[in-house]
């Protein structure tokens, strides 16, 4: 069993920037891949930004240049610096883990959800 832990949500003004974090605790043989998604109210969950063990990243076309994902793999933390944030950017961020459990195990789970509100 696999837990994420996220941190690092509030309330900031439009321009603002917030870091948000991800620890990964318990049976993980490797990571494959960790990644943000967010959800507004009334509309589906979208991927935000993920990164890959090798670090090869992925972007939502809205957050490119504005947003940035980074892990730590020896700590099983993956970070994502939100700097120019705007109102649209008010959603819930999840946390979400693609990993092994053992070699031939491949799982995926997420966080419970930090509230990210911008605005004036």
């Known amino acids: 069993q696999v837990q994420l832990v996220e941190s690092g949500g509030g309330l900031v003004q439009p321009g603002g920037s917030l870091r948000l974090s991800c620890l990964a605790s318990?049976?993980?043989?490797?990571?494959?891949?960790m990644g943000w998604y967010r959800q507004a109210p009334g509309k589906q969950r979208e991927l935000v930004a993920a990164?890959?063990?090798?670090?090869?990243?992925n972007y939502a076309s809205s957050v490119k240049g504005r947003f940035t994902v980074s892990r730590d793999n020896a700590k099983n933390i993956v970070y994502l610096q939100m700097n120019s944030l705007k109102p649209e950017d008010t959603a819930v961020y999840y946390c979400?883990?693609?990993?092994?459990?053992?070699?031939?195990?491949?799982?995926?789970?997420w966080g419970q959800g930090t509230q990210v509100t911008v605005s004036s």
């Open positions: 990164i890959t063990s090798g670090g090869n990243t």
């Open positions: 318990g049976t993980i043989f490797s990571i494959n891949a």
């Open positions: 979400n883990a693609d990993y092994q459990v053992v070699p031939t195990i491949r799982e995926n789970t």
